[in-house]
């Protein structure tokens, strides 16, 4: 079994800046890709972003494109967000998940880290 744990959410002011982190462990991790996703009071989950767990092609909604950066430390088994120029609207719990296959669905997920950012 996989187990994701992530870190580093919290509350910061508009403009502000936060460092997600996700740590997995399993014998059975090996994943094809590694996303985090977010979701809000009284919304649906989203993606943010993806990235190929081996060759590191990274990939993100549009809304986070030029703000948020993803990364992955493959002997560690972790996964990191890096989120800048933060706005309310990034408000969300946000969680790390792991894909087997290239495509479809995430096959394990973490608990969620909650962020605030405040006006």
């Known amino acids: 079994q996989v187990q994701l744990v992530e870190s580093g959410g919290g509350l910061v002011q508009a403009g502000g800046s936060l460092r997600l982190s996700c740590a997995a462990s399993?014998?059975?991790?090996?994943?094809?890709?590694m996303g985090w996703f977010r979701q809000a009071p009284g919304k649906e989950r989203e993606w943010v972003a993806a990235?190929?767990?081996?060759?590191?092609?990274?990939f993100y909604v549009d809304f986070v494109k030029g703000r948020f950066t993803i990364s992955r430390d493959n002997a560690n088994n972790a996964v990191f967000l890096q989120m800048n120029s933060l706005k309310p609207d990034d408000t969300a719990v946000y969680y790390c998940?792991?894909?087997?296959?290239?495509?479809?669905?995430?096959?394990?997920w973490g608990q969620g880290t909650q962020v605030t950012v405040s006006s």
């Open positions: 998940a792991a894909r087997n296959r290239v495509e479809g669905v995430y096959d394990y």
């Open positions: 990235i190929s767990w081996i060759g590191g092609n990274t």
């Open positions: 399993g014998r059975t991790f090996r994943p094809s890709t």
